[in-house]
């Protein structure tokens, strides 16, 4: 417990800090090396088998689908000039077995073999201003290039005209979004969507010509997304979320809140699920999440901003929900519509 409350504690520090953080930065320098995907050791997840050789999620050969997930940023160092992760870097890879597969990843395991490309991520400060038109557009577009080779890769070895789930978190979500508008909007691949949970990042109707988003349980063939924030509070960048898809992860339709009683579960970091912890209110391009009934909870008090905790505040209901969109899809039963709500 101590070093729980520690991590949450050194959160909670990181959290009120970032945005005096001033970052040291280089000019971008193109990069031309091509990541081989057929090397296992370039997954931290391939075919429900991790690195260390770890089964995730209930694998077996009538498994129906396959769960393509993309982790988000954690290539954060401030000290670090560099623009894009290493493709073994340790750190990085050791937050992914760590934190990011039980905390993320194993929340669609059970729907699908799974499968977690390691990337050259983008450092974060590519996101902001000034650092974006200083060479973060760049690194961005350098990171995504790993990610379509990956897809790629899985797409010519793996899928075999599988249905696909594709999930991921903040910078994953991102360039899965990229992903769904090359390979699925409109295109024949959109056949084999089951879902794609875009959480974590801003997505705008507009930015799809046929996928839409889904407002049911059980639908299929379309996107979720959401963005957390602590219950009546909000972000400074708030007006940048306008107009966003907002999801409510409890009921996956279209009710603007939830009862607590109808939460399924969070996973706290001492490996333990929460049912009936919290309630959410959808506003304006996000989503209120009321303080977490869980241990140390005071110290969550002081957290204004969930992004961080967008799947596990969530973990069993989406657990439960992408098993549900699965079973839908074997019967080919509510598939969203091309160009209808």
Not at 83 to 112: E, R
Not at 118 to 123: A, D, G, P, S, T
Not at 175 to 183: A, D, F, G, M, N
Not at 220 to 228: A, L, M, P, Q, T
Request: with cysteine; proline share 4%.
């Amino acid at each position: 417990m101590r070093k729980l409350t520690s991590f949450i504690f050194g959160f909670i520090i990181i959290s009120l800090g970032a945005c005096k953080v001033n970052y040291h930065t280089v000019s971008f320098t193109s990069k031309t090396a091509v990541i081989d995907y057929a090397e296992t050791k370039h997954w931290a997840v391939y075919a429900g088998i991790s690195s260390e050789g770890k089964a995730l999620g209930a694998i077996s050969d009538s498994t129906a689908a396959d769960v393509f997930y993309v982790y988000p940023t954690l290539f954060i160092d401030k000290k670090d000039t560099n623009w894009n992760a290493a493709i073994d870097d340790a750190n990085v890879s050791s937050d992914v077995i760590k934190w990011i597969l039980p905390y993320q990843a194993a929340a669609w395991a059970d729907a699908g073999r799974l499968f977690v490309p390691f990337y050259r991520q983008n450092h974060y400060r590519a996101f902001f201003k000034p650092y974006r038109s200083e060479g973060g557009s760049e690194a961005i577009a350098f990171a995504y290039a790993d990610v379509k080779a990956a897809f790629d890769y899985y797409m010519a070895f793996e899928n075999k005209g599988r249905p696909i789930i594709l999930a991921g978190h903040s910078q994953g979500s991102l360039h899965l979004k990229k992903i769904l508008q090359e390979y699925f909007d409109g295109k024949p691949l959109q056949k084999q969507l089951v879902a794609a949970y875009l959480i974590g990042t801003r997505v705008m109707e507009d930015e799809f010509s046929a996928l839409r988003p889904l407002i049911s349980p059980h639908q299929i063939g379309g996107y979720v997304s959401w963005n957390s924030y602590k219950k009546g509070k909000y972000p400074k960048y708030y007006d940048w979320y306008n107009n966003a898809i907002t999801t409510n992860p409890i009921t996956w339709d279209n009710s603007n809140e939830s009862l607590i009683k109808d939460h399924k579960g969070l996973l706290y970091y001492d490996n333990v699920l929460y049912d009936k912890s919290l309630e959410v209110e959808k506003i304006n391009g996000m989503l209120w999440v009321s303080l977490p009934k869980v241990p140390k909870r005071f110290l969550m008090s002081f957290v204004k901003d969930y992004h961080r905790f967008d799947v596990t505040l969530f973990w069993e209901d989406i657990r439960q929900n992408a098993l549900q969109r699965v079973e839908a899809f074997s019967h080919e039963k509510l598939r969203a519509p091309q160009g209808q709500l």
